[in-house]
């Protein structure tokens, strides 16, 4: 229709342009049938500068003389509509209104129109503009718009109105980039400004949607050139830097710095948060809107989340995997943040670093212990775990002792009992019937046996190590001795001096700690037993070299001997004896070479020295750093000789029963199936030891006199000093009722 409209203006009378309004999606169509029908094509652009408006008087003059030529004389004036829409609605008026009116004379004008379908309705009020003067093809739909880009923001963009008039008559449609200094204020068509990089990266890529606190001027505009390089893809540039696969691998490599590329991730992160598997790392990104603050933020949003919230347990396992690998420096900034609420802050730590293992034992030592350690630090927890003796008639002393011991060494505090009982024990001498350790050594297998001295190792660490030989799969066997007085590593020296088996070794990490300044840790500056941390973490070396060594079949046998113990509790006591004398204390004032007369209860004489078996110190001798050895209290006294051997893992340990019987007058007993013959076997329940009787050789009877209440008890069995499972005891009164404590009663 549109056509034939135009052919029949081109045969009439009428001596005034006509107006053809079209719509995006016709107009190259039109504009070259227009061409077939002979229409010379006149364009705006040619009537402008670089980047200036179009001289319009210059276009009326060609329109006014078009009929001069007769060659010359049908013309389609393309261009015009985009650029009234770009002035704004008053210069379309005022420009259309002339046109509605201009005499031609004989020649014939087309105005090839879009977006401007409005203001042409608008001329309709005149009844002289009627259909032999213009028409409109469909509804002339134009989705033209601008987005005006200084070259400073990097996207590519037209230079000037003259190269956008061109564009435009050549028939773009959509959104077209324009450089340009001239005013578009009064547009009819939309126009976007934009003014820095960030916007440019909204602009080129469609759905992106962070906030520009996310980053620097800097930074945006270094991703907007990668956008623009990679037809404004986001995945384009991530994959191009490494961040196409898994997000949350590599984590620290990744965020630590401040370069693009750290940057990047950031981005990466925030803009894929909805894709990724870690709930913490998720959490974070939602409340982190600046990239120097996600490291941080990292590390310490756990704070605010209370340790009942219902999404706790899942953030801190989930935060654990991510900070695994930050350096001790950060950890320590976290650490120190994480104080602001004490109850909450111990539940908040890991065992990952050395510098969040003493936090934890300070936690401990001022609150007391949660349940929750055992997850938390599960090292302190086996440490405090009650180790039962297995020597002889001195082990439910010796048991009760360094359960005790442990936990005022934890809790950093001295009871009153446990006091009156070191003062008795002082006196007694109960640790003479123990054998020594080179009694105990010289009845060893020394074939093919590595020999590793671990300075300062006292008895007290026996529960953890039975834990780390647990969870390495090694069979242990411990012998308890008694170190020479006094116990200092001079006189205590001559089993490694002496010995005659394979390869010997000597640590001195754990004395150190104990004793020197170079250990790092010092009771005047931090009275809290925070140095237990690095004990254990010595320990836990020295066990793992025996698995490897073993594992290895260099050796057959790993045996871990001690020279003497120390007392944690003999430097809170901080007592110094006030006898006179012209001796002077020795190791720390434990011990002083003999003098006479003297009248001292509490003190050993042995080797040329008095020896103190409490915990008071003789005049003379700085005072130790966090621990102290030298005297004869039990601790000091008491060593371990440790054989680790490569285990046999098929051993297999059931209950033959499922349920047992209690009696609230006898308690029970129950049969343990062993899938081979095994000696010494016992059962370890509630801190107490019980032996069990071989009936054949595989099953075994163990009789539990204090069982008499019905209920669930966890225990473990032993072959000699190996762990070798664990079992759940359910116990049940004569009615068969599990729940039922007082049973029998009734």
């Known amino acids: 229709m549109s056509i034939k409209a135009v052919k029949k203006y081109l045969s009439s009378n009428v001596k005034l342009p006509y107006f053809l309004i079209v719509g995006d999606r016709q107009y190259k169509d039109i504009k070259n049938k227009l061409s077939e029908l002979g229409l010379a094509s006149v364009k705006v652009s040619d009537y402008c500068g670089d980047d200036k408006f179009p001289d319009i008087d210059g276009l009326f003059e060609r329109l006014k003389t078009a009929d001069v030529n007769a060659g010359d004389n049908k013309l389609v004036v393309i261009g015009l509509g985009e650029y009234l829409a770009l002035r704004g609605n008053t210069e379309a008026a ?101 003014t820095d990089a960030y916007d440019g990266i909204k602009f080129i890529s469609l ?193 009760e002792y360094f359960d005790a011991y442990k936990r005022q060494k934890v809790s950093n505090t001295l009871e009153t009992d446990f006091m009156e009982k070191v003062e008795k024990l002082a006196k007694s001498r109960e640790y003479n019937r123990l054998p020594t350790r080179n009694e105990i050594i010289d009845g060893l297998n020394k074939d093919d046996t590595y020999l590793y001295w671990l300075d300062a190792l006292g008895v007290e660490y026996l529960a953890f190590i039975l834990e780390l030989v647990r969870i390495r799969g090694l069979s242990i066997s411990i012998n308890i001795a008694r170190a020479e007085l006094p116990t200092i590593t001079s006189i205590n020296r001559d089993f490694y001096d002496t010995w005659q088996g394979g390869r010997k070794e000597k640590s001195d990490k754990l004395d150190d700690t104990k004793h020197n300044d170079k250990g790092g840790y010092n009771f005047e500056n931090n009275v809290l037993p925070i140095h237990l941390a690095k004990e254990l973490e010595i320990i836990s070396g020295v066990i793992d070299k025996a698995a490897t060594e073993l594992a290895l079949r260099h050796y057959k046998r790993f045996l871990i001997v001690s020279d003497h113990g120390a007392s944690r509790l003999a430097v809170l006591r901080r007592k110094e004896e006030q006898y006179e004398t012209d001796t002077k204390g020795e190791h720390s004032g434990r ?84 899938n081979s013959p095994l000696k010494n076997v016992s059962v370890v329940l509630n801190g107490e030891r019980y032996s069990a009787s071989p009936l054949d050789g595989n099953h075994y009877k163990v009789a539990l006199p204090d069982t008499k209440r019905a209920g669930n008890y966890p225990a473990d069995v032993y072959a000699g000093d190996d762990l070798i499972g664990k079992i759940l005891i359910k116990a049940q009164g004569k009615s068969g009722k599990v729940n039922d404590a007082f049973d029998d009663l009734f």
């Open 591 to 674: 011990c002083c070479k003999l003098f006479e007369p003297y009248d001292l209860p509490f003190a050993a004489e042995e080797n040329g020295y008095l020896v103190l078996a409490d915990y008071g110190r003789f005049k003379g001798s700085r005072a130790a750093n966090v621990e102290v050895h030298g005297g004869a209290s039990l601790e000091e006294v008491v060593v371990p000789i440790i054989e680790l051997t490569l285990k046999d893992s098929n051993i297999i340990v059931e209950m033959v029963e499922k349920f047992v019987t209690v009696d609230f007058r006898t308690g029970t007993e129950m049969t343990l199936f062993f």
């Open 94 to 194: 005022s420009v259309f209104s002339q046109l509605k009116d201009l005499n031609i004379g004989g020649a014939k004008v087309v105005l090839l129109l879009r977006g401007v379908a409005t203001q042409i309705n608008s001329l309709q009020v005149d009844p002289r503009f009627d259909s032999r003067r213009f028409s409109i093809i469909d509804k002339a739909d134009c989705d033209l718009s601008f987005t005006l880009a200084p070259p400073s923001v990097g996207l590519p963009a037209l230079t000037g109105i003259k190269a956008l008039l061109i564009t435009l008559e050549n028939g773009i449609s959509g959104n077209v980039v324009v450089n340009t200094t001239v005013n578009l204020d009064n547009a009819l068509l939309t126009v976007h400004k934009i």
């Open 207 to 399: 759905g992106f949607n962070l906030p520009r606190s996310c980053g620097s001027d800097v930074q945006w505009a270094k991703l907007l050139t990668e956008l623009v390089q990679n037809k404004g893809s986001l995945d384009a540039a991530f994959e191009k830097n490494g961040f196409g696969g898994t997000l949350e691998a590599d984590f620290y490599v990744r965020v630590a710095g401040l370069e693009y590329r750290n940057w990047l991730y950031f981005i990466a992160l925030k803009s894929k948060s909805d894709t990724l598997s870690n709930g913490y790392l998720r959490f974070v990104l939602d409340n982190t809107n600046r990239f120097e603050d996600f490291k941080t933020n990292v590390l310490n949003a756990i704070i605010e989340v209370p340790h009942i919230d219902k999404r706790f347990r899942m953030f801190y396992a989930e935060r654990k995997l991510l900070v695994e690998k930050f350096p001790e420096s950060d950890i320590a900034d976290f650490v120190v943040n994480n104080r602001k609420n004490i109850a909450e802050s111990v539940y908040k730590l890991t065992d990952g670093t050395k510098t969040e293992r003493e936090e934890v034992i300070a936690w401990v030592s001022q609150n007391g212990v949660i349940p929750q350690i055992a997850d938390i630090y599960p090292a302190l927890t086996a440490y405090l775990k009650k180790y039962v003796f297995n020597c002889g008639d001195l082990s439910n002393l010796l048991t």
